[in-house]
């Protein structure tokens, strides 16, 4: 069972930077793609970034311009680069892998990692 371990989370002051890891413990079957997610407290998770292995990168418009997704596929990681925090950027974040289409709008993984909380304090 491929496993997604998420690091790299904690408790910044807002304008800070975190970065998060994600690393796979074994090549996941069929992946074509990884995201981030998060979920903020009482709120639905929504999707913050997809990057394929092409290398193709999107955003939420919430984050575009400070996150940055970047990956190693020789290291089956992929990292979030999170600048400019805000305190609405407060939310456990967690990585997925998608195994079906890429290319769609709409990505549905099913290998999903437990999760980090990142924290921004005004």
């Known amino acids: 069972q491929v496993q997604l371990v998420e690091s790299g989370g904690g408790s910044v002051q807002a304008g800070g930077s975190l970065k998060l890891s994600c690393a796979a413990s074994a090549v996941i079957p069929g992946n074509c793609g990884m995201a981030w997610y998060r979920q903020a407290a009482g709120k639905e998770r929504e999707l913050v970034s997809t990057i394929t292995r092409d290398g193709i990168r999107r955003y939420a418009d919430s984050v575009n311009g400070r996150f940055t997704i970047s990956q190693d596929n020789a290291k089956n990681t992929v990292y979030l680069h999170m600048n400019s925090l805000k305190t609405e950027d407060t939310a456990v974040y967690y990585c997925?892998?998608?195994?079906?289409?890429?290319?769609?709008?709409?990505?549905?993984?099913?290998?999903w990692g437990q999760g980090t909380q990142v924290t921004v304090s005004s």
């Open positions: 997925a892998a998608e195994t079906d289409d890429c290319f769609s709008a709409s990505w549905s993984p099913i290998y």
